[in-house]
């Protein structure tokens, strides 16, 4: 219930809090000498060139967006899922059909040659 | 003063308000973007409040609002597709610039 | 105070508060994630109204899936560096006028408003129930989100697959082998 | 006994009598039960990290003939603590061009996230914080956040490694965490629940094990999960010799110690909902029940570990297609499979 939820704020709260506290207290124990070299941005050892920010491929933000839709998907699919067995036969072919257009997407990627990485 | 449902519905409305804003404002069109999903989320904010505070025995408002999410889900991909493909012609997402649609 | 009201308040804070960084910031970067505080803090708010399933969604979608997206497209089309360029348009006290005007227009009639709060019990499992309202009551609109999702990813897959014949990504060709080796790979074939 | 669910209980007595007596209302003294409660959890995890780092080591060793940590104490076992203790001490360089607000945040987001978890673990009788209604969905929910953390590292390092690795890393985590959640479907349609504590209670005989009902499901619980926590063959994102470390490039000292201790925690909570969802979660004959969960989730690390030094690597190309043209289809093959059971059977 609600107040079950209040143990999830506090982990989340005493979890930050111990990240914090080691961290403060390895800043009590470590050294700290910083240089340039040190502090520039590490290439293998080479001298960094060029921006970091590469123009990536577009086919990640492909990947993301399937995965959007079929995340949805699977947020649809877990109340049905829970009430499964006391909807029947029934809620079967309603997923059926939910699920074949979805995959009817996945299909038409893939026959566009979207899953392949070239 | 308890919190009841005056309070989440004008939380709802500053954060309806905020979206407008930066919907307005923001020249970067993932920002946009952005605002609109903050938008979509104080809807969210009401409707379940509703649900919860008039018709506790009826989820609908839940119901209602999962279908939101998924609506947004679909709008979020085809925008920032679109905002993608403007990136590639114009080399850059400033929708002030971008005015292709004009002619 | 209780218990309810100061974590109402608490997140109440959190969203507006990030809601406003998301809208003013610079970065562009900072916005996403600053978009993803202010969605976590609705998810807090939907556990409070008993809506958890729903909680989860918000998470499971806005944080983990649409936010991935709005930072992947914040990757592929601005820089690190890119702080320093003006981010907002001419439109601000425009923006200002109609979005505060809007909220005291919707504040006032919110004011004027008798809400009938029920004071039935709270329908605890909201899943199971969701689930069965799904499949009876919505079972039309569940059936049309899937083509909705279906039109949505060809539409996406058909406008962001264009670059491929802009030159982005063209398929790597394979590396011609060496003349000693191609002389080498000849013999062993005739 | 043996049992550690009678001791919990009665540190919880404890502190909520010798609050009580000082004069507390019940909300502070749950919160202050949360508070232990949580510290524990933590503490529970950094140990098993240092365990699970040396079994590591002392596993891949024996497998290459080897001999592993062997020095610091009995079969090296205080070898990690060692460790901890010199990567405490490491100087903590923040390089110059990095975003430094998310450079600092996203080692939290990382660690939090993977914690966060154990709200609603059963690791025993009586040894459960919280039974969450929405258990199984939680904890798929809460572990989105990793990627949000290893994007934040990946984006604000600005370093190109970083960058890709960041990249790689998230969209292979996506990628995979689709087969992921519709394989525990099938296991919700079988329970009608998504409470981890009632899933545990509906396999209390050996033949109850959801393994045997989901084959299907588990195998492909296991792979993704396995690439979900970037585990070989599924490692590129820190593929050492092809991107360095990945998205934890930049990262030195304590901050790199976040996200490795963050990574080992991971490990062993994809092990323990795999014991919870399939093989009855603490549910066991004679031994107490912790020590039944803590073995069957050993094992599973164990052959996690197996793998490691078993399978080479995935191209990168291999690895999407893996996770939608095989995994994804296999997955909805399962819940149709489950769907047909559950009614016919």
């Not at chain 1, 910083?34 to 970091?52: A, D, L, R």
């Not at chain 4, 202050?32 to 596993?59: C, G, H, N, P």
């Not at chain 4, 519709?182 to 899933?199: D, K, Q």
Request: aromatic content about 14%; charged content about 10%; proline content about 4%.
């Amino acid at each position: 219930m609600v107040s079950d939820f209040a143990a999830v704020a506090v982990f989340l709260i005493v979890g930050v809090g111990f990240v914090l506290f080691t961290l403060l207290l390895s800043k009590i124990f470590r050294p700290s000498d910083p240089n340039p070299i040190k502090q520039s941005t590490y290439e293998c050892g080479e001298e960094p060139f060029g921006p970091s920010w590469i123009q990536f491929n577009v086919r990640f933000y492909i990947f993301a967006l399937m995965f959007v839709i079929f995340d949805v998907e699977a947020i649809f699919l877990f109340p049905w899922a829970i009430a499964y067995q006391s909807l029947g036969l029934f809620a079967f072919v309603e997923m059926l059909i939910f699920i074949s257009i979805l995959l009817f997407g996945l299909a038409y990627a893939w026959k566009k040659g979207l899953l392949k990485w070239y | 003063m308890t919190v009841g449902l005056p309070h989440f519905l004008a939380l709802s409305a500053i954060v309806f308000c905020i979206g407008v804003y930066g919907m307005l404002t923001r020249r970067n069109a993932v920002g946009v973007l952005m605002s609109i999903e903050l938008m979509f989320n104080a809807v969210n904010i009401t409707l379940v409040a509703f649900a919860h505070y008039i018709t506790p025995q009826d989820v609908t408002g839940q119901v209602v609002a999962v279908f939101t999410i998924a609506v947004a889900a679909a709008e979020a991909t085809v925008a920032l597709a679109i905002v993608l493909l403007i990136y590639q012609h114009h080399k850059g997402i400033d929708v002030d610039n971008v005015n292709i649609m004009k002619w | 105070m209780d218990t309810f009201s100061l974590a109402f308040f608490v997140l109440a804070f959190l969203i507006v508060a990030s809601a406003i960084f998301v809208v003013s910031s610079k970065n562009i970067f900072h916005s996403a994630i600053f978009l993803i505080l202010a969605l976590s803090g609705v998810a807090g708010l939907f556990v409070m109204l008993h809506a958890y399933f729903l909680a989860a969604a918000q998470v499971l979608i806005y944080v983990g899936a649409i936010s991935v997206l709005m930072i992947f497209a914040v990757m592929l089309t601005s820089r690190i560096a890119d702080k320093e360029i003006r981010h907002t348009n001419e439109q601000v006290g425009i923006g200002l006028l109609i979005s505060g005007g809007l909220l005291a227009v919707i504040l006032y009639s919110l004011y004027n408003t008798p809400f009938t709060i029920s004071d039935q019990p709270i329908a605890e499992g909201a899943g199971m129930t969701l689930g069965r309202l799904l499949l009876t009551k919505f079972v039309l609109p569940f059936e049309v989100v899937s083509v909705l999702l279906l039109a949505a990813l060809i539409g996406a897959i058909i406008i962001a697959r264009r670059d491929t014949k802009t030159g982005d990504s063209v398929p790597p060709r394979p590396i011609p082998l060496p003349k000693s080796l191609q002389q080498a790979k000849g013999e062993s074939e005739s | 006994m043996l049992e550690l669910g009678g001791i919990v209980e009665a540190v919880g007595e404890m502190i909520s009598s010798v609050m009580g007596s000082l004069g507390f209302g019940s909300g502070m003294i749950t919160l202050m039960q949360l508070l232990t409660a949580a510290l524990a959890v933590i503490s529970f995890a950094a140990v098993l990290t240092l365990f699970l780092v040396w079994m590591e080591r002392k596993v891949s060793a024996r497998f290459q003939m080897r001999v592993g940590p062997y020095r610091v104490g009995w079969q090296g076992t205080i070898q990690t603590v060692a460790d901890a203790v010199k990567l405490l001490q490491k100087e903590d360089i923040t390089p110059v061009n990095v975003d430094r607000a998310i450079y600092f945040w996203a080692p939290v987001v990382t660690f939090v996230a993977a914690v966060a978890v154990y709200v609603t673990m059963p690791f025993g009788e009586g040894l459960i914080v919280r039974d969450l209604n929405i258990g199984i969905l939680y904890i798929i929910a809460i572990t989105t956040f990793t990627v949000i953390g290893l994007l934040m590292a990946g984006w604000s390092s600005n370093n190109k490694y970083s960058l890709l690795g960041g990249f790689r890393s998230a969209a292979q985590v996506v990628s995979y965490e689709v087969p992921l959640a519709i394989a525990i479907l099938g296991v919700v349609m079988l329970t009608e629940t998504l409470s981890m504590l009632e899933i545990v209670h509906q396999q209390s005989k050996f033949y109850q094990w959801h393994v045997w009902r989901q084959p299907l499901g588990f195998i492909v619980f296991w792979i993704a999960g396995t690439a979900e926590v970037n585990r070989t063959p599924f490692d590129l994102p820190e593929a050492d010799s092809e991107l360095v470390a990945g998205f934890v490039t930049e990262y030195s000292g304590m901050k790199f110690a976040m996200f490795f201790l963050a990574e080992f925690v991971n490990m062993f909570t994809l092990s323990a909902v795999a014991t919870t969802l399939y093989f009855g979660g603490w549910n066991g004959p004679l031994l107490p029940s912790w020590a039944w969960f803590m073995i069957k989730a050993m094992a599973g690390v164990f052959v996690l570990m197996w793998f490691r030094w078993t399978y080479p690597r995935l191209r990168v190309d291999q690895l999407m297609g893996f996770a939608w043209k095989f995994l994804l289809p296999l997955a909805f093959l399962n819940l149709i499979l489950t769907g047909l059971g559950i009614h016919f059977f």
